[in-house]
């Protein structure tokens, strides 16, 4: 049986201040009336059906995502005590999967991106699907790179580059490359044989749990207590043991770049990990002088520019390529191409005790 884990247990720093403690980036309402969350679980419709979707987040979040998807089961979601980043959270729901299906398939994704072409992402999907079918395959979905970014990483695949998104099929990974400089990121772009590291991954989870065990025998040792207590009264008390003993380590990191058996299907539809406010005026619609203006907005002798405001007006003036972001008791105002910063402001606030503000 197919099923989606969907991972939303971030806070989403770098969309301060909107994104807070108690309501981060993957419950907001960033395009049009639903969540990032609500639209991840509604693109997958016609693929997995509710009641195999499951949503591993923080335990501080299960009621609002019980409030936002009100048709999912209560028991598919999976609370994590502390943020463990994705191996742990992984593991967790691979042995939950395997616990009542011993050849569940995974589909795991992040809550917060988004996805324009939906009919091509289920296209690249079912091709991605059937390859993990296999044993050991451990799948991952590549995007097809428009420009020399610097805020993805990258993957290389083996083969030619040539009719690469005529027809999706998988590719043997060759290498993954971090967040490169400017000149590499150039350099993938002109090679043809580099993609963009979507975050998103297919496998059977007997398959994961073995890659697990065998390059994070640590993580694997601290939930193995969990296999045999899937759904007794003993579950919770072994999920925080289990999460406080564990390594904090990426999928990416810990299995993917080590694996001798990961594939890559090139997917070509607009996709974006929204991984600060530049992405989202990027994504946004604009007027004729290049503004994305949400809320009640005056504009002069101004271009370029991002505006999400709450309740009050906001009014600019000879200002131009800048992200203003108006909330009750915050206000960011940042220049576009240093969004990615924001995150540092949260680092900050937590630093100087300045709580009432995250």
Not at 184 to 210: K, Q, V
């Amino acid at each position: 049986m197919l099923y989606a884990v969907i991972m939303a247990g971030g806070i989403g720093s770098r969309f301060w201040p909107k994104s807070r403690i108690d309501h981060p980036k993957q419950f907001l309402k960033v395009f049009g009336e639903a969540t990032l969350l609500q639209n991840t679980v509604a693109r997958l419709q016609g693929l997995v059906p509710i009641e195999r979707c499951y949503i591993v987040t923080h335990q501080r979040y299960v009621e609002k995502t019980r409030e936002q998807l009100p048709a999912l089961p209560p028991e598919n979601i999976l609370a994590e005590p502390i943020g463990r980043n994705t191996a742990p959270c992984i593991t967790y729901a691979a042995i939950k999967l395997l616990a009542q299906d011993p050849d569940a398939l995974m589909v795991v994704l992040p809550a917060d991106h988004v996805i324009r072409n939906v009919r091509a992402f289920h296209e690249t999907l079912r091709v991605a699907i059937e390859k993990a079918r296999e044993p050991g395959a451990l799948v991952t979905i590549g995007i097809k790179p428009t420009y020399p970014a610097t805020g993805y990483g990258y993957i290389q695949f083996e083969g030619s580059a040539e009719h690469l998104f005529e027809e999706p099929r998988p590719y043997r990974v060759r290498t993954f490359a971090e967040k490169p400089d400017l000149a590499t990121a150039e350099r993938f772009l002109d090679s043809g044989d580099f993609l963009w590291n979507s975050g998103m991954f297919i496998w059977r989870a007997d398959s994961i749990l073995d890659e697990v065990q065998r390059y994070l025998p640590d993580l694997y040792e601290a939930f193995e207590p969990l296999r045999q207590a899937v759904g007794t009264p003993d579950e919770p008390r072994l999920v925080e043991q289990a999460y406080q003993i564990c390594p904090s380590i990426s999928i990416d990191y810990g299995v993917m770049e080590r694996s001798k058996n990961a594939w890559v299907v090139p997917g070509n539809f607009e996709w974006s990990d929204v991984g600060d406010w530049r992405a989202v005026y990027d994504l946004s619609p604009k007027d004729q002088l290049g503004n994305a203006l949400k809320g009640q907005v005056i504009v002069r002798d101004a271009s370029r520019n991002y505006v999400d405001t709450e309740k009050r007006l906001v009014v600019l003036i000879g200002i131009h390529d800048t992200a203003v972001i108006d909330t009750d008791d915050a206000l960011l105002i940042c220049n576009l191409d240093s969004t990615q910063q924001v995150k540092n402001v949260v680092e900050y606030l937590q630093a100087h005790n300045l709580e009432q503000y995250l």
